[in-house]
């Protein structure tokens, strides 16, 4: 087991760290982020049409309010990220990174499409700028504000004489740059109406996003990211902001179709969002480690270390913030808890799986923030319903109950005399150094 | 006035423990600036420090960052994991002096 940890450190970890840390993927974590607030408001919107304002009819004719939030931010959505991924990734180049998102805002509207079906010239679809276009968007914005940096880095830029504003100084220096990167996509568009495909959206979504998301919808995948985010946290790496880019790209647009169909007043049909991830699988942080702490609790009866720090991370485990456990237990590298810390996310997901595809609880179609504790996530996540609340509350009770075991084993083992496994986890992440 | 460079991937989760080492530092009447950069930003920031260190999940750095930093004269570590994870402000501004001490 220790050779194994070793070659795994030597090898995997600083891989997998650098994908962490990878520029592109960050510009797309941070551009999620940054758009936060109007997911969360979007969210809110249509919560409220789906359950205050449908419970008390006197607020019915309000509903309009709710309805113009949610087309100003979910409806939207693809168009807001592209202005926050290219500003992102311009500012980890220390490039003008103001100037980077509106050009990727500028250059996303040049090559989608002018026309719509019966009404003619002059009318955008919302389809292109809600979550269906997402990978387009995120496409064009990167290659957008790439070009963009690349020839800014170049000093390709027009100077103005030092006595003119800076402001003014800063957009002259964007032009050349900017013009490249519109033109290109200005081309790229002309070249592909004039080969017969509607619009690059069109190739990218049938090519790329539908058939990924199509495949991400399954069991099987679900159950491989939710595993893979723990493997990923097992070996120190933070497996929740690895594969953010990944989890917003084909989970969040799930979400927003769900809350766009609700809004609609259709049927909601994907199962797995991030909301259902957040709600019922990461229950106190990815691996359920607010369970492993109320585990910890029943399991060991006399003062030790575990009890310590479990009591430690309980606040923050609340919130669903499990760094205190990850890196205090330490989960990181203990081979005792790797079995549990396994199968937990993939017996969590199965369950929420099943009990979402055969209606017994509502798909999850509001967006909340990730810190809301459990019980409460379940039923905000699916609207309101006590079934979903309740489907949070049952996965946290088989997470404890999977983690019980293992705590009562790594107690036992903490506490003999040849502390060898507990100590070597700890030492072997101090000395990876 | 001792400049603590702490270097993590990507600035969330150790800004909370920049601001629990500052309290430490000022309630033990310790001259320190503490500040926090993403791996990408520790190029243009080396200048600024006088002991860097490592959070956990960046540890894979520290090879790399020592080559860099013991020529110039700064000591380098990976935070200790439990200090880390429990955010224990005290024990990491410990862990900076002493390094600092031992290069002396």
């Given at each position: 087991m220790k050779k194994f940890l070793e070659i795994m450190e030597k090898h995997f970890v600083p891989v997998a760290g650098r994908i962490g840390s990878q520029r592109h993927l960050a510009a797309v974590r941070d551009g999620f982020v940054s758009i936060m607030p109007l997911i969360l408001a979007g969210s809110v919107a249509v919560l409220l049409n789906n359950t205050l304002f449908k419970w008390v009819p006197a607020l019915g004719i309000l509903t309009g309010i709710n309805g113009?939030?949610?087309w100003g931010t979910f409806a939207v959505m693809t168009l807001v990220v592209v202005f926050s991924i290219g500003y992102n990734l311009a500012k980890s180049y220390s490039v003008d990174a103001l100037a980077a998102g509106l050009i990727s805002v500028a250059s996303f509207i040049t090559v989608t499409p002018?026309?719509?079906?019966?009404?003619?010239?002059?009318?955008?679809?919302?389809?292109?700028?809600?979550?269906?276009?997402?990978?387009?968007?995120?496409?064009?914005?990167?290659i957008a504000t790439e070009i963009f940096v690349k020839l800014m880095k170049r000093k390709l830029t027009i100077k103005m004489p030092d006595n003119v504003p800076p402001a003014v100084g800063r957009a002259f220096a964007a032009v050349i740059p900017g013009m490249a990167a519109l033109y290109l996509f200005g081309i790229v568009g002309h070249i592909i109406t004039n080969v017969g495909a509607n619009s690059l959206y069109d190739i990218i979504y049938n090519l790329i996003q539908k058939p990924l998301q199509g495949f991400s919808q399954g069991l099987g995948s679900a159950i491989i990211l939710a595993v893979l985010l723990n493997v990923f946290w097992f070996f120190g790496l933070h497996g929740g902001n690895i594969f953010d880019p990944i989890v917003n790209s084909l989970y969040l647009p799930a979400l927003e179709a769900n809350a766009s169909a609700v809004q609609q007043g259709v049927a909601a049909t994907n199962i797995v969002t991030k909301s259902f991830y957040d709600s019922f699988v990461h229950i106190g942080g990815c691996g359920a480690t607010l369970a492993l702490i109320i585990a910890i609790y029943i399991a060991t009866k006399k003062r030790n270390e575990y009890r310590e720090v479990a009591k430690l991370s309980a606040p923050a485990g609340i919130f669903n913030i499990n760094e205190p456990m990850m890196f205090g237990l330490p989960i990181i590298l203990n081979p005792i808890?790797?079995?549990?810390f396994i199968l937990v996310p993939g017996i969590l997901t199965f369950i929420a799986y099943i009990a979402t595809a055969s209606g017994l609880v509502p798909m999850t179609y509001v967006q909340i923030p990730w810190i809301t504790p459990v019980g409460i996530s379940g039923f905000l996540a699916t609207g309101g319903s006590i079934m979903g609340g309740l489907l949070s509350v049952v996965n946290f009770a088989v997470a404890i109950l999977i983690y019980l075991p293992f705590a009562k084993l790594a107690d036992n083992m903490a506490n003999e005399p040849n502390t060898s496994i507990h100590e070597t986890s700890r030492k072997s992440m101090n000395q990876s150094a | 006035m001792l400049r603590v460079m702490l270097v993590c991937s990507a600035g969330m989760s150790t800004s909370?423990?920049?601001?629990?080492?500052?309290?430490?530092?000022?309630?033990?009447?310790?001259?320190?600036e503490i500040f926090a950069v993403s791996e990408v930003e520790v190029k243009d920031n080396i200048d600024q420090a006088d002991v860097v260190l490592l959070a956990p999940q960046v540890r894979f750095l520290f090879n790399k960052m020592k080559q860099e930093l013991e020529p110039k004269g700064i000591p380098t570590a990976v935070i200790d994991g439990m200090n880390y994870g429990l955010m224990r402000g005290d024990a990491v501004v410990k862990q900076a002096l002493e390094l600092t001490v031992n290069t002396k």
């Amino acid at each position: 087991m220790k050779k194994f940890l070793e070659i795994m450190e030597k090898h995997f970890v600083p891989v997998a760290g650098r994908i962490g840390s990878q520029r592109h993927l960050a510009a797309v974590r941070d551009g999620f982020v940054s758009i936060m607030p109007l997911i969360l408001a979007g969210s809110v919107a249509v919560l409220l049409n789906n359950t205050l304002f449908k419970w008390v009819p006197a607020l019915g004719i309000l509903t309009g309010i709710n309805g113009n939030v949610w087309w100003g931010t979910f409806a939207v959505m693809t168009l807001v990220v592209v202005f926050s991924i290219g500003y992102n990734l311009a500012k980890s180049y220390s490039v003008d990174a103001l100037a980077a998102g509106l050009i990727s805002v500028a250059s996303f509207i040049t090559v989608t499409p002018q026309a719509h079906g019966d009404a003619g010239w002059g009318y955008i679809h919302w389809g292109y700028l809600n979550a269906t276009g997402l990978f387009t968007g995120i496409i064009v914005a990167l290659i957008a504000t790439e070009i963009f940096v690349k020839l800014m880095k170049r000093k390709l830029t027009i100077k103005m004489p030092d006595n003119v504003p800076p402001a003014v100084g800063r957009a002259f220096a964007a032009v050349i740059p900017g013009m490249a990167a519109l033109y290109l996509f200005g081309i790229v568009g002309h070249i592909i109406t004039n080969v017969g495909a509607n619009s690059l959206y069109d190739i990218i979504y049938n090519l790329i996003q539908k058939p990924l998301q199509g495949f991400s919808q399954g069991l099987g995948s679900a159950i491989i990211l939710a595993v893979l985010l723990n493997v990923f946290w097992f070996f120190g790496l933070h497996g929740g902001n690895i594969f953010d880019p990944i989890v917003n790209s084909l989970y969040l647009p799930a979400l927003e179709a769900n809350a766009s169909a609700v809004q609609q007043g259709v049927a909601a049909t994907n199962i797995v969002t991030k909301s259902f991830y957040d709600s019922f699988v990461h229950i106190g942080g990815c691996g359920a480690t607010l369970a492993l702490i109320i585990a910890i609790y029943i399991a060991t009866k006399k003062r030790n270390e575990y009890r310590e720090v479990a009591k430690l991370s309980a606040p923050a485990g609340i919130f669903n913030i499990n760094e205190p456990m990850m890196f205090g237990l330490p989960i990181i590298l203990n081979p005792i808890l790797l079995i549990p810390f396994i199968l937990v996310p993939g017996i969590l997901t199965f369950i929420a799986y099943i009990a979402t595809a055969s209606g017994l609880v509502p798909m999850t179609y509001v967006q909340i923030p990730w810190i809301t504790p459990v019980g409460i996530s379940g039923f905000l996540a699916t609207g309101g319903s006590i079934m979903g609340g309740l489907l949070s509350v049952v996965n946290f009770a088989v997470a404890i109950l999977i983690y019980l075991p293992f705590a009562k084993l790594a107690d036992n083992m903490a506490n003999e005399p040849n502390t060898s496994i507990h100590e070597t986890s700890r030492k072997s992440m101090n000395q990876s150094a | 006035m001792l400049r603590v460079m702490l270097v993590c991937s990507a600035g969330m989760s150790t800004s909370l423990l920049v601001t629990k080492m500052k309290d430490a530092a000022m309630k033990n009447g310790i001259d320190l600036e503490i500040f926090a950069v993403s791996e990408v930003e520790v190029k243009d920031n080396i200048d600024q420090a006088d002991v860097v260190l490592l959070a956990p999940q960046v540890r894979f750095l520290f090879n790399k960052m020592k080559q860099e930093l013991e020529p110039k004269g700064i000591p380098t570590a990976v935070i200790d994991g439990m200090n880390y994870g429990l955010m224990r402000g005290d024990a990491v501004v410990k862990q900076a002096l002493e390094l600092t001490v031992n290069t002396k």
